[in-house]
Structures are given as structure tokens and as C-alpha cells.
């Protein structure tokens, strides 16, 4: 297009040193999804959509000291890591030829003292308040009255603006923008919704501290918490349930390493868990609400896997829990429990007292005591369970003394008034039921009634069928009536039954689970009587499938889910997560997203290759890709292994070096790439059709190849040490290692080029030194002799293929990982051309075969003996539970390419539906 038809905008414009393609700028946002004042990795994806080559971007508003703060999650650059939480965001934006400028403020008087540090007073030129102002949605804006600065103190909020551009330019970005706007602030940018008044009797403020909606968050399990560490997605979770002067309460938090039954829940017994709790509990108070956290042990409702050193789990008896009957029909079965001496059962109350405490550590408002569904404290009250003959068990006194002595210890660390307990003495949960419900109830709140604490949340009994419909029995009036605290009802409650609840002093507040789990803005929703979301039973937790006793018998299964012995690895399938190169570990540091995205594809005994990983600063070639070379990437990846093996998977590191693809923007020191070959990639044309070039390879010099060789090795020790069952080097697809195989890119004439045995020799080194260094059985390597990806092609693919194949035998590693000949068209259908059985045959190994395989072409291959193994890329990528799809032989989701390498942490990564979806 000609610069005369261009319409003005979109005309170039010389800013200074900065060539803008076009005049649009994206102007400074507050966007406030910065938790904890620090920008997130979601704001990857925000600004690099915005980005266009030449264009100009101002971030959000951008705080230059903890004083400079009004408005909730909006980011700073005051500290280091602010700093490095920018710098992904602004790398983003220059890979897409943008220019980033950062709009640093601070907002004086226009905050109050919730967001200033010690609740101080906002600072300002002047003492003089902001008029309460009027927002888009007529409700009222009111801010602290300011404290003038004195002439002294001025100059050191100058100092803080200086400082804040020095991190900027740190953080990468091309310049600052001094936000000196916008000081009356009249038109807020937060609509604050949760500042209007409520319109039913489930809306209307209580004294009980200071309530604005009697719409309770229930403490629902959601099996998220890997490593029983609470993660940082769980601070959105929590955020988008809360309301100002909204109550929530936490998901069952575990207070020891034994009070484990389920995978994946919270704890809180350690230093990490406090400190991860920490940002999760700051984000609910920056939106006004208040938040308990509920501490429990399960008791006898676990099993020796969950268990420290596969002991039993503990419980008030040594009556097991019969096999429990799930949704699906499936049967669960638990370990058989260990009873509890009654000298041990004081150390249990101390546990409870410790957890509490480090509640309050972590931000919490206070704890609800969990005693309620089959639980440890249950198995204690009720008399299904409890067959002690000791001073906790036989009478009412006694079975409810160990739940009291928690209480008392509880209270006596924390006080009463952060104190409260969820009971269901109705409930028969885990086969634990009491002959007297109601009695156990009303004797339970008159004890507590003696402690003053402040909430009983009492769960009613199962719903019954009345006239054909499901209703509440309302059985929990007497324990109502009895208690002298907040009283907490659940169980059922829909909006109407709430309202008429609440309006008739039945209880206090209604504690909403699933409703509030699959529609976060639910007292928005009830106050305009909105329908609501449907939830998802499927997914609202994740049961391993060590609880779950499956029968499927063995000749009824498809070959691909037949099991297999590979090595010392029992696979309980034969479909194997290919790697994938999915370009979000920024700064070539695995991210906690990939926890989630890895766990989402494990089953047990399901074998995973994780995406290739850099083995040295010389082996990157694309944005994000992670690496194993530094420390910070081993501890990076210790996370996303146990999450892999927590649910029982086996899990691989494929390790590569990108030789000549590559360019110096990737490079250290912005040097040339390292190749055999000083010969350059032609540009290539992308699916997309843009065209990607890449920079002149440096030959590597005889002496240089060696080091190449003890980076391999080095890795490979890494990702032992980060906790991997082993590794695959990555001998495919035109990178180093098929730089120096194959004959149409390696030109050497030295002892690494000419002759197929020269030319696989650094090859087999790598091979060697790797094995040498962790072991043949832990060692695969993947190879593609046929492809021509990268301008890199054998004269005789099949020959270099059995070549290697052949000398790979020598050292008895543990697989080989094959890709197939591009697909072919015969008939008018686009076909594999299974050219891989001379190598299938020759290698002594387990082969892996991979190449645009569905599920029947999968399944023909194992069952013929072709391959021992199916790897899976795109149909994995975009089905995670792929496995379970190709057993029902379900409908596939289709991927969507065009977020393969894209930086978003979500989508295109984890939002693929599940079956059950």
C-alpha cells in the first residue's frame, strides 16, 4: 500500500530515536490483575495481542513506591521482583518489534488506608480529602483524609520516581511515562460492585464482622495444591469469589503429613505452604473480604500412599472404611487405619494448634476447625466408628473430648473470636454415623458455647424427596436456637431457600459450595437473580487413580492400552506424550504453569517426554523455550516432575541443542550459532506464511566439539537431579545433532564429516558420555533419518537410520524414538508411509514410533508388532486425558495451531476440555 493510501493513522511517524510504524498508541490501562502489586504472567499475552511491529505501548499505571498504591492489584516496579516479573512482559512486546514505555505514578491522596503501608494515611501536597466521588455505576468512591508532605520529605518522592525509571530501564523497556493526570480521579476506573446495597435477606449487612452479603464461600477440595503446596492459580480462584466484606472460607487445608487423604490438597504445617498461602490471602483481603482458613486431618479416609513412609493412617479406631461407591460407579478403597494411643492424641490437638497459628501467619483471619464428613475429628464423635474404651470413647463426653481439646487448644493460641467449627452430626459420610444426631449436635454446641467461638457452620442432612422434589430437612433449628454465636447453615440451599432461611432467623448465613465454585460472582448473581452457571462434578476435584479400583479386563483393551515393561518402568499404556516445544518458560525458566499442564496428561503408568530443554546458553533458537543448565532451572522443574509423579506417571527430559537454528538475538553476547557446518538455513516459510530467517552458523572447530559433548552430559545429570526418570536426547528434526548426521548439511572433512560413521560419531559420543553419566536404562533418544525438516536431509535415510540404530545397540539404552516419513496421499487420503520396521527390527530396545498416528492407526501398529509404543503430539496437546478418549474411542478436541508457542499460560496450554467437559 502506498504511503498516499494510507489513511493518517496508519502513516510512520519518527519519534525521537523510535521508528512508529503508525500513530495508535495504547494508552496507559489500570488493568488490576497485578496480585500482590506484582505484574503477572497472564499480562504476557495482554500486551504482546496488542502489540504490532513499530507500534507504541504505555503499561498500566505502574506504582514507584509502596505509598504510591490506591486501587487494588496494580503493579509496581519499587522492588527486584516487580523488576523481574516485567521483564518476560517487555520481552514479549520487543519479540514482536513493539515499543514499551512504562507510565510510573503514584496516586497521593486519590487511596485510602487500606493500601498504605501500617494503615498510614495517603500523602499528598495538601490535607485537604477527595470529595466522595460518584462512579459509573452510581454507587459512592470514599478516600482517607491525606497527610501534607513536609518541604523535606518531598524530594524523596522525587528520589522514588528517579529510582522506578532506573528499574524500568532495567526491566527492559525503552523508556517512562511520568503519569502527572487524572489527580481529581472522578471517573474511577473500578466499578466496585461489591459497595451496593443488597436487595434479598441473603444481602443485608450482620454485625458479625461487618458482613456486607450473608453469602458464604463453603471450603470445597479442589486437588490443586501440588505437592500439598497451594499454587498461584489459586489467588485468581479466591479473588473471583470475593466481595468486599464478603466471608470465604478456604478449601480444606491439612495440618501434618499425615492428615493427607486425597492428592493434590493444601497443607499448612510448613514454612513454603505459609509463605505460598501468603499472596493467595493478600489478594482476597486487597478486594475487602475476609477469609478463614480450614485446617482437618482425614484420618482413616487416606491410604499408605499418602502417608509419610507408606504407614497406615490414623484414626480413633482400627475399623476400616468399607469400599465407598463414587458418582461414576467406581469403588474407592482405603488402607486400613491405625488406632491412635491415647498418649499420641495430644500431639494430634498440637498439630491442630500449630496449623492454627500458622493461619494467622499467613494473613488468615481466622480458622474453621473441620469436624464435620468422616474426618478425624468425626471418627472421634460418632459411634459408628469410635469403639474405644478409653477416656475418649464410649459416652457422648468422652467421643467429643478430643474434638474439644482442639477447640480449647485452638482458642487458646489464636483467641475465640478467629475461632470457628464445621460440624454434620446428621451426615453418614465414610460409613461415620451417631445413633443420637441431635443429640450430638445440641451436647457439641452447648460445650463450645463455653469457649465463645465465634461460628458454629453446621451442614444439614441429606436432602429428601418431597412431592417429587428435592428438599431440605431443616433439622438444625435446636442447634441453632442453643448456640450463642454466628450460626452458619449448608447443605442445598439454592437463592430462594436462602433468602426464606436467613429472613425467618433459621441461621446467620448460608454457605454456598458448588454454586459458589461454578459461578464466582454469586452474590452479583443472587442480588439480580441471574440464572447461574451449571458446575462440573467431574472436575471439581481429581481422584488418582491409586484410590480407584478399575476393572477393565485385560482382553478387552486395545492394544494401545495394553500395559508394557519398558526397562524397569511398568507402563500401564502404550501412548506416550511426544515432546512438545511449548515456548512458555520465560527466560528459559520453567513456569508453575507447566505443573498443571504436564499433570493434567499423566495417568499412572502413562509415560510422558517432556519439551526439549536447552543444555546450554548456546542451545536456544526460540522464544520461552526452558533450558537445564543453571540451578534456578533444575529447582524450576523439581515442581512439575513430582506433580508428574505424584499421579503415578513416568517422566522423561528430552535435551537438545538447536545448533545452526537459531539466530544472535538468542545467543549470548549476540554471537553467531554454533553448527558442523558454517552453511546458513534458507529463510523458512511458516504455516502462518510469514518467513523466518536465521542467522550464519560458526563452524565448530574438532577441539569445541567435545564441550558440546559434556554439556549433554551435564544436563542429563541435571534433570536427574531435578528429579526425572531420565532422558531423551533430542537426535531429530535438523538440530545439532542431525547437523553433524546427515549429508546435506555436514560438509566437515575431519573425523566428524564425510563417511556415515564419521558423521554419526558425535552422535554416539553424546550417547556415550550420557549413558556413562546416568545409566542405560535411563536413556532414549528420538531420530527422524527420513525428514527434511530445516534444510536438513541424508542422501540415504535408511542406511543412516540402521546405522544408528545399530550402534546404539552397543550401549543398551533403554529406547529408540522414531519419526515416520512425512505423510503421503494414496487414494486421495493422506497416509503413513511405515518405513520404520528395518530399524523396529534391528534395535534391541523398546521403539517408540510417532508421526501423525490416530487411534486406529495406533492400535494396527502395536497389535502387528510394528512398534512397541505411540508417541502422541497435537492429539495430546489438545486432549489431555487422550488415553481415556481413545478407550471410550470418544470424539477428539481439535487443536488450534495458532496457539501452540504462544505465551499465554492458559490458553492453548491448559484450557483444552477434559472428556467430562
Known amino acids: 500500500m502506498g504511503e498516499e493510501e494510507k489513511i493518517p493513522l496508519l502513516k510512520p511517524y519518527k519519534m525521537g530515536k523510535f521508528n512508529l510504524s503508525h500513530r495508535i498508541v495504547l494508552a496507559p490501562l489500570t488493568r488490576s ?75 497521593g491522596r486519590v487511596s485510602n488506608h487500606g493500601y498504605q503501608p501500617n494503615g498510614q494515611a495517603p500523602i499528598s501536597s495538601t490535607d485537604r480529602p477527595v470529595p466522595p466521588q460518584k462512579q459509573h455505576d452510581d454507587t459512592v468512591e470514599e478516600y482517607s483524609p491525606p497527610r501534607r508532605l513536609t518541604t523535606e520529605e518531598i524530594p524523596l518522592i522525587v528520589n522514588d520516581f528517579r529510582l522506578a525509571a532506573k528499574n524500568a530501564i532495567e526491566a527492559g523497556f525503552d523508556g517512562v511515562e511520568i503519569h502527572g ?41 479442589r486437588s490443586r495444591s501440588y505437592g500439598n503446596v497451594p499454587q498461584p492459580h489459586a489467588i485468581l480462584y479466591y479473588s473471583q469469589r470475593t466481595t468486599k466484606g464478603g466471608f470465604l472460607i478456604a478449601e480444606a487445608t491439612g495440618i501434618s503429613d499425615t492428615a493427607t487423604g486425597y492428592p493434590s490438597f493444601p497443607g499448612i504445617w510448613t514454612k513454603e505452604q505459609v509463605d505460598a498461602w501468603k499472596p493467595i490471602v493478600k489478594a482476597v483481603h486487597d478486594k475487602g473480604g475476609i477469609f478463614f482458613c480450614q485446617i482437618w486431618h482425614t484420618g482413616r479416609v487416606s491410604n499408605y500412599d499418602y502417608q509419610p513412609n507408606g504407614q497406615a493412617p490414623i484414626s480413633s479406631t482400627d475399623k476400616p472404611i468399607p469400599p465407598q461407591k463414587q458418582d461414576d460407579d467406581t469403588m474407592v478403597e482405603y488402607s486400613p487405619p491405625r488406632r491412635l494411643a491415647a498418649e499420641e492424641i495430644p500431639l494430634i490437638v498440637n498439630d491442630f494448634r500449630l496449623a492454627a497459628r500458622n493461619a494467622i501467619e499467613a494473613g488468615f483471619d481466622g480458622v474453621e476447625i473441620h469436624g464435620s464428613h468422616g474426618f478425624l475429628i468425626e471418627q472421634f464423635m460418632k459411634d459408628s466408628a469410635n469403639d474405644r474404651t478409653d477416656e475418649y470413647g464410649g459416652s457422648i463426653e468422652n467421643r467429643c473430648r478430643f474434638a474439644l481439646e482442639i477447640v480449647e487448644a485452638i482458642i487458646n493460641e489464636i483467641g475465640a473470636k478467629q475461632v470457628g467449627i464445621r460440624l454434620s452430626p446428621f451426615a453418614d459420610y465414610m460409613d461415620c454415623w451417631d445413633s443420637n444426631p441431635e443429640q450430638l449436635g445440641l451436647y457439641m454446641v452447648q460445650s463450645l458455647n463455653k469457649y465463645g467461638i465465634l461460628y458454629c457452620h453446621m451442614v444439614e442432612p441429606r436432602m429428601s424427596i418431597v412431592d417429587g422434589n428435592m428438599q431440605i430437612p431443616h433439622r438444625l433449628l435446636p442447634m441453632r436456637k442453643a448456640f450463642n454465636g454466628t450460626f452458619i447453615a449448608a447443605g442445598g440451599y439454592d437463592r430462594d ?16 459450595g458448588r454454586l459458589f465454585l461454578a459461578n464466582p460472582d454469586l452474590p452479583r448473581r443472587f442480588e439480580l437473580n441471574f440464572p447461574l452457571n451449571k458446575y462440573d462434578s467431574c472436575s471439581i476435584c481429581f481422584q488418582e487413580e491409586s484410590l480407584l479400583s478399575i476393572a477393565m479386563a485385560e482382553e478387552e483393551k486395545i492394544p494401545l492400552l495394553k500395559p508394557y515393561k519398558m526397562g524397569k518402568f511398568h507402563l500401564s499404556h502404550r501412548i506416550v506424550l511426544a515432546p512438545l516445544t511449548r515456548s512458555r518458560s520465560f527466560g528459559n525458566v520453567p513456569q508453575p504453569h507447566a505443573i498443571l499442564y504436564y499433570s493434567q496428561r499423566t495417568t499412572k503408568g502413562g509415560f510422558l517426554i517432556a519439551e526439549a530443554n536447552g543444555i546450554s546458553d548456546t542451545a536456544t533458537g526460540y522464544p520461552s523455550t526452558p533450558g537445564i543448565w543453571t540451578k534456578e532451572q533444575v529447582e524450576a522443574w523439581k515442581p512439575i516432575v513430582k506433580a508428574v509423579h505424584d499421579k503415578g506417571g513416568i517422566f522423561f527430559c528430552q535435551i537438545w541443542h538447536t545448533g545452526r537454528v537459531s539466530n544472535y538475538g538468542y545467543q549470548p553476547n549476540g554471537q553467531a550459532p554454533i553448527s558442523s557446518t558454517d552453511k546458513s ?35 542429563a545429570r541435571n534433570a536427574i537431579e531435578a528429579g526425572f526418570d531420565g532422558v531423551e536426547i533430542h537426535g531429530a528434526h535438523g538440530y545439532m545433532i542431525e547437523q553433524f548426521m546427515k549429508d546435506s548439511v555436514n560438509d566437515r572433512t575431519d573425523e566428524y564429516g564425510g563417511s556415515i560413521e564419521n558423521r554419526c560419531r558425535f552422535a554416539l559420543e553424546i550417547v556415550e558420555a550420557v549413558v556413562n553419566e546416568i545409566g542405560a536404562e535411563h536413556v532414549g533418544i528420538r531420530l527422524s533419518p527420513f525428514a527434511d525438516y530445516m534444510e536438513c536431509w541424508d542422501s540415504n535415510p535408511e542406511q543412516l537410520g540402521l546405522y544408528m540404530i545399530q550402534s546404539l545397540n552397543k550401549y543398551g539404552i533403554l ?9 503421503s496421499i494414496i487414494d486421495g487420503r493422506r ?84 472428556l467430562d467437559d
Not at 194 to 213: G, M, V
Not at 498 to 512: F, H, I, Q
Not at 815 to 823: D, L, N, S, T, V
Open 681 to 715: 538455513i534458507p529463510p523458512q516459510i511458516q504455516y502462518d506464511d510469514t518467513v523466518v530467517e536465521y542467522s550464519s552458523p560458526r563452524r565448530l572447530a574438532a577441539e569445541e566439539i567435545p564441550l558440546i559433548v559434556n554439556d549433554f552430559r551435564l544436563a
Open 815 to 823: 529406547y529408540c524414538h522414531m519419526i515416520e516419513p512425512r505423510m
Open 33 to 107: 490483575r497485578s496480585y500482590g502489586n506484582v505484574p503477572q504472567a497472564h499480562a504476557i499475552l495482554y500486551y504482546s495481542q496488542r502489540t504490532t511491529k513499530g507500534g507504541l505501548l504505555i503499561t498500566e499505571a505502574t506504582g514507584v513506591s509502596d505509598t504510591a498504591q490506591g486501587y487494588p492489584s496494580t503493579p509496581g516496579i519499587w522492588t527486584k521482583e516487580q523488576v523481574e516479573a516485567w521483564k518476560p512482559i517487555v520481552k514479549a512486546v520487543h519479540d514482536k518489534g513493539g515499543i514499551f514505555f512504562c507510565q510510573i505514578w503514584h496516586v
Open 497 to 512: 431457600e436462602g433468602n426464606k432461611m436467613v429472613a425467618e432467623g433459621y441461621t446467620d448465613l448460608v454457605a454456598y
Open 181 to 221: 493526570a487524572h489527580g481529581d480521579h472522578t471517573e474511577s476506573l473500578h466499578s466496585k460492585l461489591w459497595q451496593r446495597k443488597r436487595r434479598s435477606p441473603c444481602s443485608h449487612p450482620t454485625e458479625w464482622a461487618n458482613f456486607i452479603s450473608l453469602t458464604v464461600l463453603a471450603p470445597l477440595t
Open 831 to 914: 497416509q503413513i508411509p511405515h518405513r520404520l520396521l528395518p530399524m523396529r527390527k534391528a534395535f534391541n530396545g523398546t521403539f517408540i514410533a510417532a508421526g501423525g498416528y490416530d487411534r486406529d492407526e495406533g492400535n494396527k501398529v502395536v497389535a502387528e508388532g510394528y512398534t512397541d509404543l505411540v508417541a502422541y503430539g497435537r492429539l495430546f496437546l489438545a486432549n489431555p486425558d487422550l488415553p481415556r478418549r481413545f478407550e471410550l474411542n470418544s470424539p477428539l478436541n481439535k487443536y488450534n495451531r495458532f496457539t501452540f508457542y504462544t505465551p499465554d499460560p492458559v490458553v492453548g496450554y491448559t484450557d483444552y476440555p477434559f
